[in-house]
């Protein structure tokens, strides 16, 4: 029975990480159901055997994670992989980012304690888990719901055979710094249960790449003909 309900609660974890970064991306997330199914289901039972049953470290689950859920961006939906990489990374910082909120305040305000979060199973590294899941899909849903969405990538399937430009190398090369310091992140969190530290870094990474995504948007925005007239016919109050 703790395995099923483990492997439940990670195909939320991973539902809330596909949710929020579909959302940002302005991606359809009813057209994915069958691919995000199979992406749960086949994280959530890949996490079963590396954490329970062959006892591989938290850190080490969650980079094969995160390398599943590339692998199917790229195989399943069809995103190129430098995209698939800077989506995944986003949604990954995002959802950790709101998890280390979720358990600062619910240590500081004595709801539970350190240590009861260090064992997975435990009923109050569940209820943290249940409640950074359902933050993140209320984000995700504000997110649709409001339009909040900024970037304007084409959507999938994508042309594998372009040749990769000199802004798609980049993107990878932020994203997989981004990727790495959440492994760092997490590395604090997981072994050393520094939360306010572990907080303070992915936070402020999250930030600034939210910063830089929307940014470069309003940049390809302005680089469009028919979207800098519209852009500067705005500004100056024209109709």
């Known amino acids: 029975m703790d395995y099923v309900i483990y492997v439940l609660l990670d195909c939320l974890d991973t539902l809330a990480v596909v949710f929020l970064m579909l959302a940002i991306f302005q991606y359809p997330i009813r057209e994915y159901l ?32 995160i390398l599943l859920l590339i692998l199917g961006l790229l195989f399943l939906m069809k995103v190129r992989l430098y995209r698939s990489v800077r989506i995944v990374g986003l949604g990954a910082v995002g959802y950790f980012a709101i998890q280390t909120i979720v358990v600062m305040l619910s240590n500081s305000l004595g709801i539970v304690s350190t240590e009861l979060l260090e064992i997975s199973n435990s009923w109050p590294s569940r209820s943290v888990q249940l409640t950074s899941q359902g933050v993140t899909y209320l984000l995700a849903y504000l997110i649709v719901v409001f339009d ?88 100056a109050g024209e109709p």
């Open 148 to 235: 909040l969405g900024r970037t304007k990538y084409i959507r999938p399937p994508h042309d594998f055979y372009m040749e990769i430009g000199k802004e798609a190398r980049g993107v990878f090369i932020q994203s997989a710094v981004t990727l790495a310091i959440l492994a760092i992140g997490y590395y604090i969190y997981i072994e050393h249960v520094e939360i306010a530290a572990a907080a303070a870094m992915v936070n402020v990474l999250f930030l600034v790449i939210i910063y830089l995504t929307y940014r470069r948007d309003k940049r390809n925005e302005l680089n469009t003909p028919s979207l800098r007239h519209d852009f500067y016919q705005d500004q």
């Open 34 to 65: 069958k691919e995000i199914t199979i992406l749960c289901l086949v994280l959530g039972l890949s996490s079963l055997l590396n954490r329970e049953i062959l006892g591989i470290s938290p850190v080490v689950d969650l980079l094969i994670h």
